[in-house]
Protein backbone atom coordinates (compact mmCIF):
# COMPACT_ATOMS: atom_id res chain seq x y z
CA UNK A 1 0.00 0.00 0.00
CA UNK A 2 1.75 3.05 -1.08
CA UNK A 3 2.03 5.77 1.52
CA UNK A 4 1.69 8.26 -0.98
CA UNK A 5 -2.73 8.91 -1.94
CA UNK A 6 -4.43 11.29 -3.75
CA UNK A 7 -6.57 13.56 -1.85
CA UNK A 8 -8.25 17.02 -2.84
CA UNK A 9 -5.56 19.22 -4.46
CA UNK A 10 -6.32 23.06 -3.93
CA UNK A 11 -7.17 25.08 -7.08
CA UNK A 12 -4.61 24.99 -10.36
CA UNK A 13 -4.41 26.67 -13.31
CA UNK A 14 -5.36 24.43 -16.31
CA UNK A 15 -2.18 23.07 -17.27
CA UNK A 16 -0.44 22.71 -13.52
CA UNK A 17 1.16 19.86 -12.45
CA UNK A 18 -0.78 18.90 -9.13
CA UNK A 19 1.63 17.03 -6.65
CA UNK A 20 -0.65 14.78 -4.49
CA UNK A 21 -1.12 15.94 -0.49
CA UNK A 22 1.20 14.02 1.77
CA UNK A 23 -0.71 11.90 4.16
CA UNK A 24 0.14 12.77 7.94
CA UNK A 25 2.05 9.90 9.98
CA UNK A 26 -1.32 9.27 11.74
CA UNK A 27 -2.99 8.07 8.31
CA UNK A 28 0.07 5.81 7.36
CA UNK A 29 0.09 4.69 11.20
CA UNK A 30 -3.23 2.87 11.39
CA UNK A 31 -2.66 1.81 7.47
CA UNK A 32 0.48 0.34 9.20
CA UNK A 33 -1.63 -2.02 11.53
CA UNK A 34 -3.99 -2.97 9.02
CA UNK A 35 -0.94 -4.50 7.00
CA UNK A 36 -0.31 -6.25 10.40
CA UNK A 37 -3.34 -7.86 10.35
CA UNK A 38 -5.04 -5.68 12.87
CA UNK A 39 -9.05 -5.26 12.47
CA UNK A 40 -9.96 -3.87 16.04
CA UNK A 41 -7.99 -1.01 17.35
CA UNK A 42 -8.84 -0.65 20.85
CA UNK A 43 -8.81 3.04 22.27
CA UNK A 44 -9.02 5.23 25.29
CA UNK A 45 -8.42 8.39 23.91
CA UNK A 46 -7.23 12.00 25.47
CA UNK A 47 -5.93 15.04 24.27
CA UNK A 48 -3.22 13.59 21.86
CA UNK A 49 -5.38 11.73 19.93
CA UNK A 50 -6.36 14.81 17.75
CA UNK A 51 -4.35 13.70 14.69
CA UNK A 52 -5.98 9.87 15.29
CA UNK A 53 -9.59 11.42 15.17
CA UNK A 54 -8.46 13.41 11.95
CA UNK A 55 -7.15 10.70 10.19
CA UNK A 56 -10.26 8.23 10.77
CA UNK A 57 -12.35 11.19 10.02
CA UNK A 58 -10.76 12.12 6.85
CA UNK A 59 -10.57 8.06 5.82
CA UNK A 60 -14.16 7.31 6.82
CA UNK A 61 -15.11 5.28 10.41
CA UNK A 62 -15.31 2.23 8.28
CA UNK A 63 -12.29 1.73 5.73
CA UNK A 64 -10.46 -1.22 4.78
CA UNK A 65 -7.27 0.41 4.84
CA UNK A 66 -7.26 0.99 8.61
CA UNK A 67 -8.18 -1.17 11.78
CA UNK A 68 -12.03 -0.72 13.14
CA UNK A 69 -11.41 1.72 16.05
CA UNK A 70 -13.46 0.65 19.01
CA UNK A 71 -13.83 2.83 21.72
CA UNK A 72 -13.38 1.50 25.55
CA UNK A 73 -14.22 3.91 28.83
CA UNK A 74 -10.83 2.59 30.92
CA UNK A 75 -7.91 1.62 29.67
CA UNK A 76 -7.26 -1.76 31.64
CA UNK A 77 -10.59 -3.05 29.93
CA UNK A 78 -9.18 -1.79 26.64
CA UNK A 79 -6.14 -3.83 26.95
CA UNK A 80 -7.74 -7.28 28.47
CA UNK A 81 -10.55 -6.80 25.43
CA UNK A 82 -7.53 -6.95 23.27
CA UNK A 83 -5.68 -9.90 25.26
CA UNK A 84 -9.14 -11.73 24.44
CA UNK A 85 -9.45 -11.08 20.76
CA UNK A 86 -5.63 -12.17 20.57
CA UNK A 87 -6.92 -15.56 22.71
CA UNK A 88 -10.03 -15.89 20.00
CA UNK A 89 -7.76 -15.30 16.80
CA UNK A 90 -3.85 -16.00 17.84
CA UNK A 91 -3.18 -12.70 16.24
CA UNK A 92 -1.28 -9.76 17.79
CA UNK A 93 -3.38 -6.78 18.43
CA UNK A 94 -3.33 -3.36 19.28
CA UNK A 95 -4.21 -0.70 21.80
CA UNK A 96 -3.82 2.86 22.28
CA UNK A 97 -4.31 5.05 25.89
CA UNK A 98 -3.75 8.66 26.41
CA UNK A 99 0.06 9.75 27.62
CA UNK A 100 1.48 8.97 31.00
CA UNK A 101 -1.94 8.16 33.35
CA UNK A 102 -3.40 6.15 30.69
CA UNK A 103 -0.39 4.05 30.55
CA UNK A 104 -0.21 4.10 34.37
CA UNK A 105 -4.16 2.58 33.85
CA UNK A 106 -2.59 0.10 31.38
CA UNK A 107 0.61 -1.71 33.45
CA UNK A 108 -1.80 -4.14 35.78
CA UNK A 109 -3.45 -5.57 32.36
CA UNK A 110 0.22 -5.22 30.46
CA UNK A 111 1.47 -7.19 33.65
CA UNK A 112 -1.23 -10.03 33.06
CA UNK A 113 -0.76 -9.98 29.31
CA UNK A 114 3.01 -9.95 29.60
CA UNK A 115 2.93 -13.18 31.87
CA UNK A 116 0.55 -15.13 29.81
CA UNK A 117 3.00 -14.46 26.82
CA UNK A 118 0.54 -12.18 24.51
CA UNK A 119 1.39 -9.94 22.21
CA UNK A 120 -0.08 -6.78 22.34
CA UNK A 121 1.26 -3.14 20.79
CA UNK A 122 0.62 -0.80 23.47
CA UNK A 123 0.09 2.91 22.37
CA UNK A 124 0.08 5.80 24.21
CA UNK A 125 0.10 9.17 23.46
CA UNK A 126 3.22 11.82 24.72
CA UNK A 127 2.85 15.15 25.95
CA UNK A 128 3.47 17.48 23.09
CA UNK A 129 7.26 18.00 23.06
CA UNK A 130 7.30 21.70 21.76
CA UNK A 131 5.81 24.89 23.55
CA UNK A 132 5.79 26.89 20.27
CA UNK A 133 5.84 26.47 16.30
CA UNK A 134 4.82 23.32 15.71
CA UNK A 135 1.54 21.61 14.38
CA UNK A 136 0.05 19.72 17.60
CA UNK A 137 2.38 21.80 20.35
CA UNK A 138 1.12 22.52 23.27
CA UNK A 139 -2.09 24.36 23.71
CA UNK A 140 -3.83 22.71 26.68
CA UNK A 141 -2.60 23.16 30.18
CA UNK A 142 -2.67 19.66 30.95
CA UNK A 143 0.78 18.95 28.69
CA UNK A 144 2.41 20.41 30.78
CA UNK A 145 1.89 18.76 34.13
CA UNK A 146 1.55 15.01 31.83
CA UNK A 147 5.01 14.74 30.60
CA UNK A 148 7.23 12.72 32.28
CA UNK A 149 11.46 12.37 31.92
CA UNK A 150 10.83 8.51 31.25
CA UNK A 151 6.66 7.59 30.21
CA UNK A 152 8.16 4.07 29.33
CA UNK A 153 9.80 3.69 32.47
CA UNK A 154 6.98 2.24 34.31
CA UNK A 155 6.01 -0.35 32.20
CA UNK A 156 9.52 -1.13 31.11
CA UNK A 157 9.30 -4.12 33.60
CA UNK A 158 6.93 -5.78 31.15
CA UNK A 159 7.26 -5.42 27.92
CA UNK A 160 9.83 -6.59 25.54
CA UNK A 161 10.35 -3.31 23.61
CA UNK A 162 9.98 0.35 23.63
CA UNK A 163 10.17 3.23 21.75
CA UNK A 164 9.53 6.94 20.32
CA UNK A 165 8.01 8.27 17.20
CA UNK A 166 10.32 10.90 16.40
CA UNK A 167 10.78 11.58 12.69
CA UNK A 168 7.04 11.05 10.90
CA UNK A 169 8.26 9.32 8.07
CA UNK A 170 9.49 6.51 10.07
CA UNK A 171 6.10 5.67 11.17
CA UNK A 172 5.58 2.67 9.59
CA UNK A 173 9.41 1.20 9.78
CA UNK A 174 8.65 1.70 13.29
CA UNK A 175 5.65 0.04 13.49
CA UNK A 176 7.22 -2.81 11.55
CA UNK A 177 9.73 -3.23 14.32
CA UNK A 178 7.26 -3.38 16.87
CA UNK A 179 5.65 -6.33 15.67
CA UNK A 180 8.80 -7.85 14.47
CA UNK A 181 10.08 -7.71 18.21
CA UNK A 182 6.11 -8.36 19.85
CA UNK A 183 5.89 -11.59 17.33
CA UNK A 184 9.31 -13.25 18.08
CA UNK A 185 9.30 -16.23 20.74
CA UNK A 186 8.10 -16.00 23.52
CA UNK A 187 5.53 -13.30 22.20
CA UNK A 188 4.46 -10.32 24.88
CA UNK A 189 3.80 -7.37 24.96
CA UNK A 190 5.40 -4.01 23.44
CA UNK A 191 5.05 -0.21 23.94
CA UNK A 192 5.35 2.91 21.65
CA UNK A 193 4.61 6.52 22.29
CA UNK A 194 3.03 8.56 20.02
CA UNK A 195 4.00 12.88 20.23
CA UNK A 196 1.13 14.58 18.93
CA UNK A 197 3.77 16.70 16.63
CA UNK A 198 5.01 13.81 14.82
CA UNK A 199 2.01 12.03 14.69
CA UNK A 200 0.22 15.30 13.12
CA UNK A 201 3.24 15.90 10.36
CA UNK A 202 3.30 14.58 6.78
CA UNK A 203 5.57 11.65 5.98
CA UNK A 204 7.92 12.06 3.02
CA UNK A 205 7.39 11.23 -0.33
CA UNK A 206 8.36 8.13 -2.18
CA UNK A 207 7.70 5.01 0.67
CA UNK A 208 5.41 2.71 1.04
CA UNK A 209 3.99 1.00 3.61
CA UNK A 210 4.41 -2.87 3.97
CA UNK A 211 4.85 -5.17 6.59
CA UNK A 212 8.39 -6.64 5.38
CA UNK A 213 10.10 -8.56 8.17
CA UNK A 214 8.22 -11.45 9.80
CA UNK A 215 9.51 -12.90 13.06
CA UNK A 216 11.92 -15.11 13.75
CA UNK A 217 11.15 -18.39 13.60
CA UNK A 218 10.02 -20.63 16.51
CA UNK A 219 12.94 -22.61 18.58
CA UNK A 220 13.29 -26.38 17.42
CA UNK A 221 14.19 -28.83 19.89
CA UNK A 222 17.61 -30.43 19.63
CA UNK A 223 17.71 -33.80 18.50
CA UNK A 224 20.25 -35.14 21.04
CA UNK A 225 18.19 -33.63 23.76
CA UNK A 226 14.96 -35.60 22.23
CA UNK A 227 16.89 -38.94 22.21
CA UNK A 228 17.92 -38.30 25.79
CA UNK A 229 14.64 -38.03 26.66
CA UNK A 230 13.29 -40.57 24.86
CA UNK A 231 15.65 -42.56 26.60
CA UNK A 232 14.24 -41.15 30.03
CA UNK A 233 10.91 -41.40 29.12
CA UNK A 234 11.32 -45.37 28.51
CA UNK A 235 13.31 -46.31 31.75
CA UNK A 236 10.55 -44.38 34.15
CA UNK A 237 8.00 -46.56 35.50
CA UNK A 238 5.57 -43.45 36.84
CA UNK A 239 6.32 -40.36 34.39
CA UNK A 240 4.32 -37.20 34.94
CA UNK A 241 3.56 -34.39 32.77
CA UNK A 242 2.77 -30.65 34.68
CA UNK A 243 1.16 -27.60 32.23
CA UNK A 244 -0.01 -24.17 32.56
CA UNK A 245 0.54 -22.87 28.84
CA UNK A 246 0.19 -25.62 26.81
CA UNK A 247 -2.87 -25.86 24.58
CA UNK A 248 -3.05 -22.19 22.87
CA UNK A 249 -4.07 -24.26 19.80
CA UNK A 250 -6.26 -26.98 19.13
CA UNK A 251 -3.28 -28.73 17.25
CA UNK A 252 -1.25 -28.69 20.76
CA UNK A 253 -3.95 -30.13 22.72
CA UNK A 254 -4.22 -32.76 20.19
CA UNK A 255 -0.52 -33.12 20.35
CA UNK A 256 -0.42 -33.64 24.10
CA UNK A 257 -3.76 -35.52 24.44
CA UNK A 258 -1.82 -38.03 21.64
CA UNK A 259 1.05 -38.30 24.13
CA UNK A 260 -0.47 -38.48 26.90
CA UNK A 261 -2.67 -41.51 26.00
CA UNK A 262 -0.18 -43.38 23.75
CA UNK A 263 3.04 -43.52 26.72
CA UNK A 264 0.54 -43.35 29.33
CA UNK A 265 1.59 -40.35 30.89
CA UNK A 266 -0.87 -38.37 33.70
CA UNK A 267 -1.08 -34.85 33.28
CA UNK A 268 -1.78 -32.60 35.64
CA UNK A 269 -2.61 -28.98 34.14
CA UNK A 270 -1.45 -26.65 37.23
CA UNK A 271 -2.96 -23.11 37.35
CA UNK A 272 -3.62 -23.84 33.52
CA UNK A 273 -4.05 -20.29 31.15
CA UNK A 274 -6.44 -22.07 28.80
CA UNK A 275 -7.68 -25.92 28.36
CA UNK A 276 -4.63 -27.47 27.97
CA UNK A 277 -6.60 -31.59 28.02
CA UNK A 278 -9.81 -31.81 27.98
CA UNK A 279 -11.01 -32.76 30.96
CA UNK A 280 -12.63 -35.92 30.00
CA UNK A 281 -9.30 -37.26 28.92
CA UNK A 282 -8.06 -40.73 30.64
CA UNK A 283 -4.81 -39.36 31.27
CA UNK A 284 -5.97 -36.29 33.04
CA UNK A 285 -4.43 -36.41 36.67
CA UNK A 286 -6.97 -33.16 37.54
CA UNK A 287 -5.33 -30.02 39.06
CA UNK A 288 -3.41 -30.51 41.83
CA UNK A 289 0.49 -31.76 41.34
CA UNK A 290 0.76 -32.66 45.20
CA UNK A 291 0.15 -35.62 45.96
CA UNK A 292 1.96 -37.31 42.00
CA UNK A 293 4.82 -35.11 42.11
CA UNK A 294 6.63 -37.10 45.26
CA UNK A 295 5.75 -40.49 43.45
CA UNK A 296 6.92 -39.43 40.00
CA UNK A 297 10.38 -41.11 38.96
CA UNK A 298 9.81 -38.44 35.63
CA UNK A 299 9.19 -35.27 35.71
CA UNK A 300 8.05 -33.32 32.34
CA UNK A 301 7.57 -28.81 33.27
CA UNK A 302 6.17 -28.26 29.59
CA UNK A 303 5.44 -24.42 29.71
CA UNK A 304 4.85 -24.72 33.24
CA UNK A 305 6.46 -21.47 35.53
CA UNK A 306 5.58 -23.15 38.83
CA UNK A 307 5.40 -26.81 38.30
CA UNK A 308 5.09 -27.76 42.33
CA UNK A 309 5.10 -25.58 45.33
CA UNK A 310 8.48 -26.46 47.00
CA UNK A 311 7.68 -25.31 50.34
CA UNK A 312 4.69 -27.69 50.38
CA UNK A 313 5.97 -30.66 48.31
CA UNK A 314 8.98 -31.54 46.58
CA UNK A 315 10.14 -34.44 44.54
CA UNK A 316 11.80 -37.71 45.18
CA UNK A 317 15.52 -37.89 45.29
CA UNK A 318 16.85 -39.05 42.37
CA UNK A 319 13.48 -38.02 39.88
CA UNK A 320 14.50 -36.57 36.73
CA UNK A 321 13.58 -32.89 35.92
CA UNK A 322 12.84 -31.98 32.57
CA UNK A 323 11.81 -28.25 32.06
CA UNK A 324 10.26 -27.91 28.29
CA UNK A 325 9.09 -24.44 26.85
CA UNK A 326 10.13 -21.29 24.82
CA UNK A 327 11.91 -19.86 28.16
CA UNK A 328 12.11 -22.87 29.91
CA UNK A 329 13.99 -20.87 32.70
CA UNK A 330 11.52 -18.34 32.72
CA UNK A 331 14.85 -15.53 32.84
CA UNK A 332 11.83 -12.71 33.47
CA UNK A 333 10.93 -14.12 36.60
CA UNK A 334 13.88 -12.59 39.40
CA UNK A 335 13.70 -15.96 41.55
CA UNK A 336 13.02 -19.44 40.28
CA UNK A 337 15.13 -22.89 41.79
CA UNK A 338 13.29 -25.43 40.42
CA UNK A 339 15.68 -28.09 40.01
CA UNK A 340 16.49 -29.29 36.34
CA UNK A 341 18.61 -32.21 34.61
CA UNK A 342 17.37 -31.30 31.00
CA UNK A 343 16.05 -27.59 29.57
CA UNK A 344 14.92 -27.40 26.29
CA UNK A 345 14.09 -24.17 24.74
CA UNK A 346 11.58 -25.09 22.08
CA UNK A 347 8.20 -25.14 21.08
CA UNK A 348 6.47 -27.74 23.07
CA UNK A 349 4.11 -29.06 20.71
CA UNK A 350 6.92 -29.37 18.10
CA UNK A 351 9.15 -31.14 21.47
CA UNK A 352 6.53 -33.53 22.02
CA UNK A 353 5.80 -34.42 18.50
CA UNK A 354 9.76 -35.27 17.96
CA UNK A 355 9.73 -37.02 21.81
CA UNK A 356 6.68 -39.12 20.57
CA UNK A 357 8.20 -40.27 17.77
CA UNK A 358 11.85 -41.39 19.33
CA UNK A 359 9.89 -43.09 22.00
CA UNK A 360 8.04 -45.13 19.89
CA UNK A 361 10.85 -47.17 19.15
CA UNK A 362 12.12 -47.69 22.24
CA UNK A 363 8.02 -48.17 24.20
CA UNK A 364 6.31 -51.26 23.75
CA UNK A 365 2.60 -50.64 24.29
CA UNK A 366 2.11 -53.93 26.65
CA UNK A 367 4.81 -52.50 28.73
CA UNK A 368 2.25 -49.72 30.12
CA UNK A 369 -0.89 -52.09 30.77
CA UNK A 370 -0.56 -51.65 34.54
CA UNK A 371 0.50 -47.99 34.51
CA UNK A 372 -3.08 -47.50 32.74
CA UNK A 373 -4.49 -49.78 35.06
CA UNK A 374 -3.20 -47.80 37.88
CA UNK A 375 -4.28 -44.45 36.40
CA UNK A 376 -7.91 -45.75 36.13
CA UNK A 377 -8.34 -46.37 39.14
CA UNK A 378 -6.69 -43.03 40.66
CA UNK A 379 -8.55 -41.31 38.05
CA UNK A 380 -12.42 -43.14 39.01
CA UNK A 381 -11.85 -42.58 42.83
CA UNK A 382 -11.09 -38.81 41.79
CA UNK A 383 -14.51 -37.50 40.12
CA UNK A 384 -16.25 -39.74 42.61
CA UNK A 385 -14.80 -37.43 44.93
CA UNK A 386 -15.58 -34.50 42.73
CA UNK A 387 -19.17 -35.97 42.07
CA UNK A 388 -19.68 -36.00 45.97
CA UNK A 389 -18.46 -32.96 46.87
CA UNK A 390 -20.36 -30.87 43.87
CA UNK A 391 -23.90 -31.31 45.54
CA UNK A 392 -25.44 -28.68 47.17
CA UNK A 393 -25.51 -28.27 51.06
CA UNK A 394 -29.47 -27.46 51.55
CA UNK A 395 -30.04 -24.11 50.22
CA UNK A 396 -26.18 -23.09 50.08
CA UNK A 397 -23.94 -22.59 47.11
CA UNK A 398 -21.12 -23.72 47.23
CA UNK A 399 -18.27 -23.06 44.73
CA UNK A 400 -18.52 -26.59 43.88
CA UNK A 401 -22.28 -26.48 43.19
CA UNK A 402 -22.62 -23.50 41.22
CA UNK A 403 -19.02 -24.82 38.87
CA UNK A 404 -20.84 -28.21 38.35
CA UNK A 405 -24.63 -26.32 37.57
CA UNK A 406 -22.68 -24.11 34.61
CA UNK A 407 -21.18 -26.93 33.01
CA UNK A 408 -24.21 -28.43 32.67
CA UNK A 409 -26.21 -25.48 31.82
CA UNK A 410 -23.32 -24.28 29.82
CA UNK A 411 -21.68 -26.80 28.32
CA UNK A 412 -21.26 -25.74 24.58
CA UNK A 413 -19.48 -21.99 26.32
CA UNK A 414 -16.43 -20.30 26.33
CA UNK A 415 -15.52 -19.81 29.75
CA UNK A 416 -13.14 -17.24 31.05
CA UNK A 417 -12.08 -17.81 34.84
CA UNK A 418 -10.57 -15.29 37.06
CA UNK A 419 -10.16 -17.59 40.11
CA UNK A 420 -13.53 -19.14 41.53
CA UNK A 421 -14.65 -21.81 38.89
CA UNK A 422 -13.53 -25.26 40.22
CA UNK A 423 -12.87 -27.13 37.04
CA UNK A 424 -12.23 -30.81 38.84
CA UNK A 425 -16.68 -29.51 38.77
CA UNK A 426 -17.25 -28.78 35.60
CA UNK A 427 -16.63 -30.29 32.29
CA UNK A 428 -14.53 -28.59 29.76
CA UNK A 429 -13.65 -30.78 26.62
CA UNK A 430 -13.00 -28.58 23.66
CA UNK A 431 -10.32 -26.71 23.05
CA UNK A 432 -10.36 -22.82 22.90
CA UNK A 433 -13.55 -23.53 25.72
CA UNK A 434 -11.78 -21.81 28.63
CA UNK A 435 -9.51 -19.03 29.68
CA UNK A 436 -8.02 -18.53 33.27
CA UNK A 437 -6.74 -15.29 34.41
CA UNK A 438 -2.45 -16.03 34.15
CA UNK A 439 -0.26 -15.74 36.62
CA UNK A 440 0.90 -12.22 37.47
CA UNK A 441 -2.89 -12.04 38.83
CA UNK A 442 -4.04 -8.49 37.85
CA UNK A 443 -7.76 -8.15 38.84
CA UNK A 444 -10.57 -7.31 36.63
CA UNK A 445 -9.12 -9.14 33.29
CA UNK A 446 -11.78 -11.79 32.73
CA UNK A 447 -14.79 -9.56 31.92
CA UNK A 448 -12.86 -7.39 29.48
CA UNK A 449 -11.09 -10.70 28.43
CA UNK A 450 -14.88 -11.92 27.73
CA UNK A 451 -15.50 -8.58 25.41
CA UNK A 452 -12.74 -9.26 23.64
CA UNK A 453 -13.25 -13.07 22.71
CA UNK A 454 -17.17 -11.73 22.09
CA UNK A 455 -16.07 -9.61 19.56
CA UNK A 456 -13.72 -11.67 17.59
CA UNK A 457 -16.47 -14.40 17.54
CA UNK A 458 -20.26 -13.16 17.86
CA UNK A 459 -21.63 -16.05 17.92
CA UNK A 460 -20.22 -17.40 20.02
CA UNK A 461 -21.24 -17.90 23.47
CA UNK A 462 -18.78 -16.51 26.44
CA UNK A 463 -19.45 -16.70 30.40
CA UNK A 464 -17.41 -14.75 32.50
CA UNK A 465 -16.93 -16.01 36.09
CA UNK A 466 -15.44 -13.76 38.43
CA UNK A 467 -15.71 -13.55 42.62
CA UNK A 468 -17.17 -9.93 43.71
CA UNK A 469 -13.65 -8.54 44.78
CA UNK A 470 -12.18 -9.10 41.26
CA UNK A 471 -15.57 -7.79 39.40
CA UNK A 472 -14.53 -4.07 41.64
CA UNK A 473 -11.44 -4.60 39.98
CA UNK A 474 -13.07 -5.11 36.77
CA UNK A 475 -14.46 -1.35 36.21
CA UNK A 476 -18.19 -2.97 35.90
CA UNK A 477 -19.81 0.11 34.38
CA UNK A 478 -17.13 0.84 31.88
CA UNK A 479 -17.34 -2.90 30.99
CA UNK A 480 -20.88 -3.24 30.64
CA UNK A 481 -20.83 0.35 28.84
CA UNK A 482 -18.95 -1.15 26.35
CA UNK A 483 -20.94 -4.15 26.06
CA UNK A 484 -24.15 -2.09 25.72
CA UNK A 485 -22.25 0.25 23.34
CA UNK A 486 -20.69 -2.43 20.87
CA UNK A 487 -23.20 -5.11 21.13
CA UNK A 488 -21.47 -8.01 23.19
CA UNK A 489 -23.89 -9.66 25.06
CA UNK A 490 -21.85 -11.85 27.45
CA UNK A 491 -22.85 -13.52 30.82
CA UNK A 492 -21.30 -12.99 34.35
CA UNK A 493 -21.30 -15.11 37.07
CA UNK A 494 -20.07 -13.31 40.10
CA UNK A 495 -19.12 -15.82 42.52
CA UNK A 496 -19.74 -13.41 45.29
CA UNK A 497 -18.59 -14.29 49.16
CA UNK A 498 -18.86 -10.95 50.06
CA UNK A 499 -15.01 -11.36 50.74
CA UNK A 500 -11.41 -11.23 49.02
CA UNK A 501 -10.77 -15.05 49.47
CA UNK A 502 -7.28 -14.71 48.08
CA UNK A 503 -6.34 -12.40 50.94
CA UNK A 504 -8.35 -14.65 53.38
CA UNK A 505 -6.65 -17.77 52.25
CA UNK A 506 -3.01 -16.31 52.66
CA UNK A 507 -3.51 -14.98 55.81
CA UNK A 508 -5.25 -18.36 57.23
CA UNK A 509 -2.06 -20.35 55.56
CA UNK A 510 0.09 -18.65 58.14
CA UNK A 511 -1.98 -17.81 61.04
CA UNK A 512 -5.03 -19.93 61.34
CA UNK A 513 -3.94 -20.98 64.96
CA UNK A 514 -2.49 -17.19 65.51
CA UNK A 515 -4.39 -13.84 66.55
CA UNK A 516 -5.66 -13.25 62.78
CA UNK A 517 -7.57 -16.91 62.47
CA UNK A 518 -10.01 -16.05 65.59
CA UNK A 519 -12.26 -14.12 63.10
CA UNK A 520 -11.72 -16.53 60.24
CA UNK A 521 -9.09 -14.59 58.73
CA UNK A 522 -11.86 -11.88 57.50
CA UNK A 523 -9.72 -8.91 58.53
CA UNK A 524 -8.96 -7.14 55.61
CA UNK A 525 -10.68 -9.02 53.53
CA UNK A 526 -14.61 -8.31 54.70
CA UNK A 527 -16.44 -6.94 51.80
CA UNK A 528 -19.88 -7.65 53.10
CA UNK A 529 -21.36 -4.52 51.87
CA UNK A 530 -25.19 -5.80 50.39
CA UNK A 531 -24.34 -4.47 47.10
CA UNK A 532 -26.56 -5.76 44.40
CA UNK A 533 -24.39 -6.16 41.61
CA UNK A 534 -27.51 -7.24 39.41
CA UNK A 535 -28.68 -4.04 39.77
CA UNK A 536 -25.12 -2.69 38.07
CA UNK A 537 -26.01 -4.42 34.40
CA UNK A 538 -29.45 -3.48 34.47
CA UNK A 539 -28.55 0.25 34.51
CA UNK A 540 -26.73 -0.59 30.99
CA UNK A 541 -29.56 -2.06 29.97
CA UNK A 542 -28.95 -6.14 31.05
CA UNK A 543 -30.42 -8.68 32.67
CA UNK A 544 -29.79 -8.96 35.80
CA UNK A 545 -30.44 -11.52 38.97
CA UNK A 546 -29.38 -12.27 42.30
CA UNK A 547 -29.40 -15.80 43.60
CA UNK A 548 -29.23 -16.91 46.62
CA UNK A 549 -30.60 -20.43 47.09
CA UNK A 550 -29.91 -23.55 45.52
CA UNK A 551 -32.88 -24.89 44.09
CA UNK A 552 -33.10 -21.74 41.98
CA UNK A 553 -29.52 -21.66 40.48
CA UNK A 554 -30.69 -23.87 37.69
CA UNK A 555 -33.64 -22.06 36.45
CA UNK A 556 -31.85 -18.95 37.26
CA UNK A 557 -28.90 -20.01 34.52
CA UNK A 558 -31.37 -20.80 32.19
CA UNK A 559 -33.09 -17.67 32.32
CA UNK A 560 -29.49 -15.62 31.55
CA UNK A 561 -28.67 -17.86 28.62
CA UNK A 562 -31.78 -17.15 27.43
CA UNK A 563 -31.30 -13.17 27.73
CA UNK A 564 -28.13 -13.00 26.08
CA UNK A 565 -29.01 -15.31 23.14
CA UNK A 566 -31.56 -12.98 23.09
CA UNK A 567 -28.68 -10.38 22.60
CA UNK A 568 -28.65 -8.65 26.26
CA UNK A 569 -25.79 -9.04 28.50
CA UNK A 570 -26.49 -10.56 31.45
CA UNK A 571 -25.20 -10.85 35.36
CA UNK A 572 -26.05 -13.35 38.06
CA UNK A 573 -24.95 -12.38 41.48
CA UNK A 574 -24.68 -15.63 42.99
CA UNK A 575 -24.22 -15.65 46.93
CA UNK A 576 -21.75 -18.31 46.98
CA UNK A 577 -19.87 -18.44 50.88
CA UNK A 578 -16.11 -20.06 51.22
Not at 118 to 139: H, I, M, Y
Not at 218 to 230: R, S
Not at 443 to 465: F, N
Amino acid sequence: MDREHASHPGPASAGDAVAPIRPMAAEVFLAALAEHGVDKFFLNPGTDFAPIVEAYSAAGRKNPRMPDPVLVTHENTAVTMAHGYFLATGRAQAVMVHVSVGTANTINAIADASRDNVPVLLCAGRSPVTEVGAVGTRNRHIHWAQEMFDQAGMLREWVKWDYELRNPSQVADVVDRAFEVMDAAPRRPVYLTLPREPLAASVSEGTAVNARRGPPRKPHPDPADIETLAGWLADASSPLIVTAGMGRTAEDVATLAAFAERFAVPIVTYNPRQLCLPTDHPMHAGFDPGPLVPKADLILAIESDVPWTPSLVRPAPGTRIVHVGEDPAWQRYPMRSFPSDLSITADAAVTLARLHRAAEEQIAEGDLEARRFAMAETRAARLAAAAAKARPKGSVITPEYLSHAIGEALGDATIVNEYPLRLDHCSRTRPGSYFQLGPAGGLGWSLGAALGIKLADPGRLVVCTIGDGAYMFANPSASHWTAQVHDLPVLTIVFNNERYGAVRGATMSMYAKGAAGADDGRFLADLASGSRWDKVVEAHGGYGERVEDAAELPAALARARRAVEEGRQALLDVICPY
